[in-house]
């Protein structure tokens, strides 16, 4: 560490008008005394609050070396985030020291609590689980990515934690949770209406529209899911969980990594066998997260009922008979678009934006979906996310609802009709 003293240079500027005072028969200056005394003193001073502001420096730098723990780079981007850093004992006070009672949920990074600061502001953290696969690579990403998205479908950052062995990111506090919560539950389903799901789809999108095309940095999430999905007092959706999220470039199309992280049945299939990804595996993720939304099942098939024209069978029965007809059609078919085998059939996000704000787009005619996936419900523990650096691919092999694309390339007639057949 290299310490730069900047040269104080104090400059005294007087006017004195030279007056000689005869005393008996000699005669001197006045005040010559009296100012260089004064210019020793001045001297002093300074070297006093040099010393002080050294030692100042010293100790807060010695403070926040003890509070970052080794293996996290001190870049720019972290030095920048260092005025988000939350004080461990402020936010085990403010968790009652992470009771159960406080828990909200257990996600692949580890459990969230709720909290309550000394001003009154509700908080969500999200404490590293030390069972985890995930660490500091995972927490840095979230926030250094989070601390520079905006964006009223994106939950907010407030800070985080790197103290001793602790690791934790604190978020707002959004009272309604995810949407998994809501979309499987047998009573809470109920509270979402067709409008209110509407909204839902519609919000997501533009979500990932900011973070595909509006925002300052091209981000790819990865792992966009139900219960990714948190709620806030209006049930307006906020995408959350950035661990895995990706940079990419404004000019690259696609690009490969030997690390598949995600959540079976989420994860296109390019993703899966080849290792490729761009902006069109969150389009994927999305086409499924909205046909869970409509139908209110995990990973529901509807491409049979699709094609018999038999497509509302599959809706949620609870609002079966108070929505739309042709917004629930125009929601399947833009969902079952998303979820093409190759990804240059798969619309992007600004595009299915545009279909859901305007009827008058005319929606290219889907085919066969990319995955068949299985019918039969399956666990919420079997819904996990994974990561192969971590875990043997053998572990999940019983998890999984995925099989090869079929060959099956995309009809290239237009369709305009209320009915698919």
């Known amino acids: 560490m290299h310490f730069y003293l900047v040269t104080i240079n104090i400059f005294l500027f007087s006017s004195v008008e030279p007056s000689l ?15 260089s005394r004064s210019w020793r003193i001045i001297l002093i001073i300074v070297i006093l609050l040099l010393v002080a502001v050294i030692v100042l420096l010293l100790i807060l730098l010695i403070h926040f070396r003890r509070r970052i723990p080794k293996g996290l780079p001190l870049n720019q981007e ?12 402020t936010l085990k006070i403010a968790t009652r020291n992470f009771s159960e009672a406080n828990k909200l949920g257990e996600g692949g990074f580890g459990p969230v609590y709720k909290g309550l600061l000394p001003d009154g502001q509700q908080i969500a953290v999200k404490r590293l689980s030390k069972r985890s696969g995930q660490g500091l690579a995972e927490l840095r990403n979230e ?26 990111v604190i978020y707002e506090y959004l009272p309604n949770r995810s949407l998994d919560n809501f979309l499987f539950d047998p009573i809470k389903r109920h509270v979402l209406d067709w409008e209110r799901r509407y909204k839902l789809i519609e919000g997501i999108a533009r979500g990932l529209v900011y973070l595909h095309e509006d925002s300052r940095l091209r981000v790819i999430h990865r792992d966009l899911k139900a219960s990714n999905v948190l709620l806030d007092e209006n049930m307006n959706p906020k995408i959350s969980d950035f661990g895995l999220a990706k940079l990419f470039g404004m000019d690259e199309t696609h690009r490969n990594t030997s690390r598949i992280a995600g959540t079976h049945g989420y994860m296109a299939p390019e993703y899966v066998i080849r290792g490729h990804f761009s902006p069109k595996l969150d389009v994927f993720s999305f086409g499924i997260l909205t046909l869970e939304i409509v139908t209110g099942q995990r990973n529901n098939i509807v491409w049979h009922h ?10 949620d029965q609870s609002i079966a008979d108070q929505c739309p007809r042709h917004e629930v059609i125009r929601c399947i078919h833009m969902g079952l678009l998303c979820i093409q085998s190759d990804p240059s059939d798969r619309p992007n996000m600004s595009e299915v934006a545009l279909m859901l ?14 995955f068949v996936l299985n019918s039969s419900m399956r666990s919420q523990s079997e819904e996990s996310r994974i990561d192969t650096d971590y875990q043997s691919s053998e572990r999940h092999n019983s998890n999984q609802s995925i099989y090869r694309p079929s060959g099956q390339s995309i009809n290239e007639v237009t369709f305009s009709g209320v009915e698919p057949r």
């Not at 972290?78 to 004992?89: K, N």
């Not at 520079?148 to 602790?166: A, D, I, M, S, T």
């Open 143 to 168: 926030v250094v990515l989070v601390a520079k998205l905006q964006h009223r479908n994106l939950v907010r950052l407030l800070g985080f934690c790197l103290e001793e062995e602790e690791k934790m």
């Open 21 to 35: 005072y005869n005393l008996s028969r000699g005669s001197f200056l006045y005040g010559t005394e009296n100012t």
């Open 357 to 370: 704000s305007s009827f008058s787009v005319t929606l290219l005619a889907p085919s066969k979906p990319a």
């Open 306 to 315: 699709w094609n018999e024209g038999t497509t509302l069978e599959v809706v």
């Open 78 to 89: 972290v030095i920048t985030a260092e005025s988000l850093l939350f004080d461990f004992r």
